[in-house]
């Protein structure tokens, strides 16, 4: 009975553990951002090579999880103020500091280290990606809603990392990449911002582009979605170097546009918290629609 007792501790130990683990690197969008890196390889490659592929997933993530592990050590106590953050590892007071510290660490080293075997470009923006996000985006949150800008660059980097990776070359199909991903994260994060208003109040933080909820960033998200799509399509004009897009996906990617600049046009004018989720819905989906569109229109042309 003993036993079997032991082996249940152990055993729920081990999945909080892991599920601490997950939460502390913020796992699901750390999954995102390494389909975003593997859908620019696919753009860049005639033939996949696995080995790169899967340096780039496990390096991704470890670069991805170090960036969120570091942010939650700077934020532990704001994010005690908070109902979505309070159940972390950290402010639950389920792992130290020194523990987090010593895995974000590792994951750093690990992340930069197996990106570099890919090559040299692909590590250094690796690197840049968690210093902006850990040393500038972090601290900035409860200074000022610009912190969007600042966070919208390590954000872009993922996208256009998958083709450096790929090539070893930063050049104007990789630079595409980055401002389609740039600008997709604008009406994506003040959507968030916009839910998370009071929320955010609580920790001190501010992440709309003018403070308040109101038609002036509201005005904002329809300007960047409106630049989002304009950018999206820009490759089927065949201005992009290798980077390509078919009129077909084009008109596909411009209707996936059109629905998200629907729901900021109508959060414009109704200005509910209900259109905001709507939004920020159909925002996560356009960005994963728009990276399998260009994927499955580069392997059919």
Do not use: C
């Not at 999945?15 to 593997?38: E, R």
């Not at 500091?97 to 040299?120: C, D, M, Q």
Request: proline letters at 4%; hydrophobic letters at 50%.
């Amino acid at each position: 009975m003993q036993t079997s007792l032991g082996t249940i501790t152990k055993k729920q130990s081990f999945a909080t553990i892991l599920d601490d683990l997950k939460q502390l690197t913020k796992f699901g969008l750390s999954i995102s951002v390494v389909f975003s890196a593997l859908s620019g390889y696919l753009l860049a490659v005639d033939t996949v090579q696995v080995s790169t592929l899967i340096l780039l997933a496990v390096g991704g993530y470890f670069m991805v999880g170090a960036s969120n592990a570091f942010n939650q050590i700077i934020e532990k106590d704001t994010d005690k103020l908070m109902k979505r953050t309070q159940n972390r590892p950290l402010p639950a007071g389920r792992m130290s500091v020194n523990t987090a510290l010593l895995i974000a660490a590792l994951s750093t080293i690990l992340g930069i280290v197996i990106l570099y075997l890919i090559n040299p470009k692909t590590a250094m923006f690796g690197a840049i990606s968690i210093f902006l996000y850990t040393s500038i985006y972090t601290p900035l949150k409860p200074k000022t809603p610009l912190v969007v800008f600042v966070g919208a660059l390590p954000g872009a980097i993922p996208f256009m990392l998958g083709w450096v990776a790929a090539t070893n070359n930063f050049g104007i199909e990789a630079g595409m990449l980055f401002v389609i991903q740039f600008f997709w994260q604008f009406p994506h994060f003040w959507a968030i911002g916009w839910l998370q208003y009071d929320e955010y109040k609580k920790a001190g933080f501010n992440m709309l582009p003018t403070g308040e909820k109101n038609k002036k960033a509201t005005a904002q998200i329809i300007f960047y979605t409106i630049w989002m799509i304009i950018v999206s399509i820009v490759p089927v004009f065949n201005l992009t170097g290798n980077l390509r897009l078919s009129v077909v996906a084009a008109i596909l990617i411009l209707i996936a546009g059109i629905v998200m600049l629907y729901y900021g046009i109508q959060l414009h004018k109704k200005q509910t918290d209900k259109l905001a989720r709507k939004l920020m819905l159909s925002s996560v989906l356009y960005i994963t629609l728009i990276q399998v569109i260009y994927v499955i229109d580069k392997f059919l042309h």
